[in-house]
């Protein structure tokens, strides 16, 4: 995700994360951003190492 589009909603996906129960700001930094990862492989080992949700959920595919 871009850092500005990260950004321009972190206070929406704060609030909606905290209403899930996902840990609001927590679960914003394991957004992986242009600054954190660009290659597909660099945003999955950060997802790996931010402990993302996605990886637990079942393969869209």
Same mark, same amino acid.
């Given at each position: 995700? !871009? ?6 909603? /972190?206070?929406a996906?704060?609030? /909606? ?13 394991k ?21 993302? !949700?996605?990886?637990?959920?079942? !393969?869209?595919?």
């Amino acid at each position: 995700m !871009p850092t500005v589009l990260k950004d321009e909603v /972190r206070e929406a996906l704060t609030q /909606r994360a905290d209403e899930l129960g996902l840990g609001g700001e927590e679960f914003l930094d394991k957004i992986a951003d242009e600054t954190s990862a660009t290659t597909e492989e660099e945003v999955l080992e950060f997802i790996t190492k931010a402990n993302h !949700p996605a990886l637990t959920m079942d !393969p869209m595919f």
